[in-house]
């Protein structure tokens, strides 16, 4: 008898050392937990004060693409905006101009000196209207600052086209280096560029939209056919009759026919994408919306092929594009499902009757189509994740 109750004794006083030395171990675990925190936030603002953020200018800030750069920029986590400058509002407070940025006390439009701004700068965006920027872009500059020229002057390879559509260049030397920013076809090369000709609106989406059946030979070059709509945006913040709300408002254009100046630039990378001259029909026409660019393209099929099989090479060229959004079979893109975000959507049919195919993309023009795509390229260059600053949801309704 004595020898059981030794034993429950033993046994109640095992269970109370166990009890204890789980409570021991999970305070300890707290603690332990609770230190990690610490160290690692201690570590996160370290690291903040130890990075080195990409210091970043703006020429012509107070446009709509200029404006869309400093949206994203002023939210970009390795990023901050250094200088901006604008003609038209010189010595003015951003705020004053955008009063969506009444929270911000500290950006001013500067009088513009870009030799300057590249002494200060990691980074210059020119958005500016064409012929300008080649002005203003010299050897000095880009060998002190990354150069990202939203205009059409450092987009095009061969200078008597661009001289034919626009005007006289006056930095022919430094357009010989230039890369042609479409991230998705051209990242090797933006990588180690010091001058970046960030794409146009239509031509990002068109020639996203057709870049894999041309690079796979896949239809008839010759019978290509783009027709595309913009929102007024595209047109610019500068007064114009056509871009008033009595003459835009209930209705739909078609402008610049057979004559569009992005023209040249999308014959230009489906000609290097494919191996063989193109020219192709481009009809653009203005939309009474804000943003967006709906750009639907035919074509002849050079054999009969299946929804799958076209399916298949558009997977292949974008499948691990983050930016590319492929939509579903039957479901094609709408402005309204890209607003505000770096995303392109695509999707395409086969007229059976015709044997044709028509593939339709949607980006925001401002996005994607200028700005959006210009911080891409920033990203690229400075060897950052290509979605920092970006990886944002499209905003509906908007």
Not at 137 to 165: C, H, M, P
Not at 341 to 356: A, L, M, P, V
Request: proline share 3%; glycine share 6%; charged share 25%.
């Amino acid at each position: 008898m004595k020898y059981f109750k030794i034993l429950h004794i033993k046994t109640e006083q095992l269970k109370k050392i166990i009890y204890l030395c789980k409570k021991f171990q999970k305070k300890l675990a707290y603690y332990s937990q609770k230190e990690y925190n610490i160290k690692n936030h201690s570590n996160d603002i370290q690291g903040k004060e130890e990075r080195k953020m990409i210091k970043a200018g703006i020429i012509g800030a107070t446009g709509y693409a200029g404006s869309e750069l400093v949206r994203l920029l002023s939210s970009h986590p390795q990023a901050e905006i250094k200088t901006i400058t604008s003609q038209s509002y010189k010595g003015q407070k951003y705020n004053e101009v955008y009063e969506n940025y009444r929270h911000n006390e500290d950006l001013v439009c500067e009088e513009e000196n870009i030799e300057e701004m590249a002494e200060n700068c990691d980074v210059i965006f020119l958005a500016l209207p064409h012929g300008v920027a080649s002005e203003k872009v010299t050897k000095s500059v880009i060998e002190k600052a990354k150069v990202i020229d939203l205009g059409a002057d450092f987009r095009l390879q061969n200078v008597e086209v661009y001289e034919k559509w626009y005007t006289t260049h006056h930095s022919k030397d430094i357009l010989k280096e230039a890369v042609y920013g479409l991230c998705e076809i051209h990242r090797d090369k933006i990588k180690n560029a010091r001058v970046i000709g960030n794409p146009g609106c239509y031509t990002t989406c068109s020639i996203l939209s057709l870049y894999p059946l041309v690079k796979e030979k896949m239809i008839d070059t010759k019978s290509i056919i783009i027709d595309a709509k913009s929102g007024a945006t595209g047109a610019g913040r500068g007064l114009s009759l056509s871009n008033h709300y009595c003459e835009l408002n209930e209705s739909v254009k078609a402008y610049k026919i057979a004559n569009h100046r992005h023209t040249p630039e999308i014959e230009e990378q489906l000609s290097l994408a494919g191996g063989e001259d193109i020219v192709l029909n481009f009809t653009p026409h203005l939309m009474p919306m804000d943003r967006g660019i709906l750009a639907t393209c035919y074509a002849n099929l050079n054999s009969k092929y299946s929804y799958e099989d076209i399916a298949s090479v558009y997977k292949k060229y974008y499948e691990n594009e983050y930016f590319v959004r492929l939509t579903k079979k039957g479901t094609f893109p709408e402005t309204k499902w890209v607003k505000g975000s770096n995303f392109c959507d695509i999707g395409f049919t086969i007229d059976e009757r015709t044997n044709r195919i028509i593939v339709i993309g949607a980006i925001d023009n401002l996005c994607k189509g200028a700005a959006g795509q210009a911080v891409q390229n920033m990203n690229i260059i400075f060897g950052l994740d290509e979605k920092t600053g970006l990886d944002s949801i499209p905003v509906f309704p908007a």
